[in-house]
């Protein structure tokens, strides 16, 4: 989808900052835009595109629906609702529901997270109880906790949402499952009888995305509005379950490998400013003989950012390669075959947390490289980084999942030793987990990271046993180790990250020009060394790195900053953004900070008058003591 069309609509972008809007106002500009793209993207999701043009697609949408300094409330309805119903619905069900959905004929979202359960899918409270006699379902929420509290555009957006509730048939419950469910009229948008629907309220960022919270008083369904692809519930009431309750999960596993390449991108978005900004921004005078150096001459600065560079790269290669895992894992699914599914939840459940804790990080680390005019609104790296971190929380926040991939990986390092193979990207735990000198070479420190990573699972599982054998119990055993448990996936995150970039960038470098490989590659070198660094504990504990091989790492790292410092505004140039999808005082393509930093402070309401209507009304007569 083309941006220049995007951007070329009239009363897209905002006169006002959003900065100087109230809350209501914000919402209300954001639905204003929203629709105004949306007459524009008309661009919708076909599942007959090819991996890679769905891949686009989802790209460009994370690209253009940037223009919103804070994200669009109509975003569950393209990154959730869309896709239950395209992975949880029956033939009949998506031939209905993805024409009205795609055509933006009803608005959806995805009601799961409730006040008093958000991590605990298997402990939410709402509830779907069948009725034979009329061949309904009822929905309820019997307390105030199993109210549904957070999905975007719940509040005053959608009119239709995705409700995961708790199925009961004749007294018995039969776990969560996907319920289609109108909470608004078509025509008045008020609440339907039997729905409670309001805002949860002022939030660090996403304020535009009008999460909200929805409660059922008895409220009837008819019986097809039940998603069933995976399980259903006859006319009788007969209960026909899924192949693997987990399938219900699948919407939350599709979203995860979208956060990487969604992160891959705010990182991009986040380091072009900062970087662009560095490269205009002087300061201090080193040499007393010579003028001020941009601060992007110095090396912490360099250190700071360059990284951020090659995180962005490194998770966009992963997204890539992770997406066609997802789809191919997809279309295995649909042919009933599920002995791949783990494996892409465990992936999703360590690429997921380590694309967000890094972005989230990094991107932070950018306005902390700006200085004070970082701090402002208008540069809008804080808005960045409140999307960003947002990511840590939503779709299984970053704990949890980790240790999700710490259960598999856990699971195969004991199948190991009783001597199953091992697949996929696990095989490598089979590998020789002694190193016998240091190889500073990118495959052997990626070779290091994998040896930290099977030296890891392998002590906590041992750990996990001897608390075991102490006579604790699995559960607590597991609680007990929990701490080491996120470390050993984190490792193997960390692993799968290394490799897949290198391996990827591997396969792309021999189309590239030589200049253009030679630049990537640096980064591939930059972001290995780094991490080497960053671990260098780990590499001491397990990969036989000495002080000596440690002091020729950190020289390379700093001779890499130098090579790629010629390069650096090239790089995020390529990252492509125009200046209205930046939507920031500093990181804007000609470089006029100053000029664009005075022209957004002179829009300041404030700006309007001299002298502001409080002097006389407090300040005057506080002065006089009058007051
Ligand atoms: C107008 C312009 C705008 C344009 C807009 C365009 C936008 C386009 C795209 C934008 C992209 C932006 C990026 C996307 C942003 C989207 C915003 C999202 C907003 C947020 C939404 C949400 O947060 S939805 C709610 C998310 N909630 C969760 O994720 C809950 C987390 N909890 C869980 O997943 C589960 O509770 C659990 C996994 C932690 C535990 O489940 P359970 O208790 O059932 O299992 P057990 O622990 O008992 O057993 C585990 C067992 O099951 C297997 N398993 C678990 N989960 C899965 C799975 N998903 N798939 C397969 N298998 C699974 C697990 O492997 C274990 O197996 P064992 O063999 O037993 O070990
Ligand atoms: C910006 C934003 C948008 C969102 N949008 C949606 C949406 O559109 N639809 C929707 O349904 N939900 C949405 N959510 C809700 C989100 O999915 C939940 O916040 C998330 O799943 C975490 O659940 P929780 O908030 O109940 O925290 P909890 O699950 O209560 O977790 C709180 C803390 O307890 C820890 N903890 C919990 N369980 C364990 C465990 N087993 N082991 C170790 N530690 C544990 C966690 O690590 C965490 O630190 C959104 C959230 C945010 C922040």
């Avoid at 500009?29 to 629709?35: H, Q």
């Avoid at 002694?434 to 420190?445: C, P």
């Avoid at 002590?459 to 046993?465: C, D, E, G, R």
């Amino acid at each position: 989808m083309d941006e220049q069309k995007v951007l070329s609509i009239k009363g897209l972008l905002d006169d006002t900052p959003e900065e100087y809007l109230s809350h209501k106002e914000k919402y209300e500009n954001s639905i204003r835009k929203s629709v105004l793209f949306y007459k524009t993207l008309h661009s919708t999701e076909d599942e007959n595109m090819s991996v890679d043009e769905k891949t686009k697609l989802n790209f460009r949408n994370i690209v253009t629906s940037a223009i919103f300094k804070d994200n669009s409330p109509f975003m569950l309805h393209n990154s959730m609702f869309i896709p239950t119903i395209m992975g949880q619905g029956t033939d009949e069900q998506r031939e209905y529901w993805m024409k009205r959905a795609k055509n933006m004929e009803i608005i959806g979202t995805y009601a799961q997270t409730e006040l008093g359960h958000g991590t605990f899918i298997r402990g939410l409270e709402t509830q779907a109880t069948y009725d034979p006699d009329t061949e309904e379902f009822v929905l309820h929420s019997p307390v105030l906790s199993s109210y549904k509290w957070w999905p975007g555009g719940l509040a005053h957006t959608a009119n239709y949402c995705i409700v995961m509730a708790r199925l009961y048939i004749k007294g018995k419950s039969h776990g969560i499952h996907p319920f289609m469910v109108q909470i608004r009229d078509e025509e008045t948008h008020m609440p339907l009888p039997g729905i409670k629907l309001g805002e949860i309220g002022a939030k660090l960022g996403f304020n535009t995305v009008n999460n909200g919270f929805l409660g059922f008083e008895n409220h009837r369904i008819s019986r097809d509005r039940m998603l069933m692809k995976n399980a259903q519930v006859l006319k009788d009431g007969t209960f026909v379950a899924g192949s693997n309750s987990k399938l219900t999960y699948g919407t939350m596993v599709y979203v995860r490998v979208l956060i990487v390449s969604n992160m891959a991108n705010m990182l991009a978005k986040a380091v072009t400013i900062a970087l662009r900004y560095s490269a205009i921004r002087r300061q201090s005078q080193p040499k007393p003989d010579e003028p001020e150096p941009q601060i992007l001459d110095y090396v912490t600065q360099q250190h700071k950012l360059f990284i951020a560079i090659a995180s962005s790269h490194a998770f966009y290669m992963n997204a890539m390669w992770l997406w066609e895992i997802y789809y191919s894992v997809s279309l295995q699914l649909a042919s009933g075959k599920l002995d791949n599914l783990p494996e892409l939840h465990a992936l999703a459940c360590c690429l997921k947390p380590l694309s967000t804790i890094d972005a989230t990080a990094m991107i932070e680390k950018c306005r902390l490289a700006c200085g004070g005019h970082g701090y402002m609104l208008s540069a809008n790296l804080a808005q960045t980084y409140g999307l960003a971190t947002a990511a840590y929380t939503y779709e299984g926040e970053n704990t949890v999942l980790l240790l999700q991939a710490a259960r598999s990986l856990v699971k195969a390092w004991v199948g190991h030793v009783k001597g199953r193979p091992l697949k996929g990207t696990m095989a490598y735990l089979a590998g020789d987990s002694t190193v016998k000198a240091w190889d500073g070479s990118i495959d052997g420190i990626i070779q290091s990271f994998k040896v930290v990573a099977i030296r890891k699972i392998s002590s906590v599982v041992k750990i996990l046993q001897d608390y075991e054998k102490s006579g604790l119990s699995p559960e607590d055993a597991w609680n007990k180790a929990s701490v080491f448990l996120t470390a050993a996936s984190e490792a193997h995150g960390r692993a799968v990250l290394l490799s897949v970039y290198k391996s990827e960038m591997d396969k792309r470098a021999a189309v590239l020009s030589p200049p253009l490989r030679k630049v990537l590659l640096q980064l591939v070198d930059l972001y290995v060394t780094y991490w080497a660094l960053e671990k260098v504990g780990d590499m001491l504990l397990y990969a036989s790195i000495t002080d000596k091989d440690v002091d020729e790492l950190q020289r390379r790292y700093i001779e890499l900053l130098a090579a790629i410092r010629p390069n650096a505004v090239g790089l995020v140039d390529a990252f492509d953004f125009r200046d209205e999808i930046l939507n920031s005082t500093l990181g804007a393509y000609d470089g006029r900070a100053y000029e664009r930093l005075m022209e957004e402070a002179m829009k300041s309401p404030l700006n309007a008058e001299p002298v502001n209507q409080t002097f006389h009304k407090y300040l005057k007569p506080f002065m006089r003591g009058k007051l």
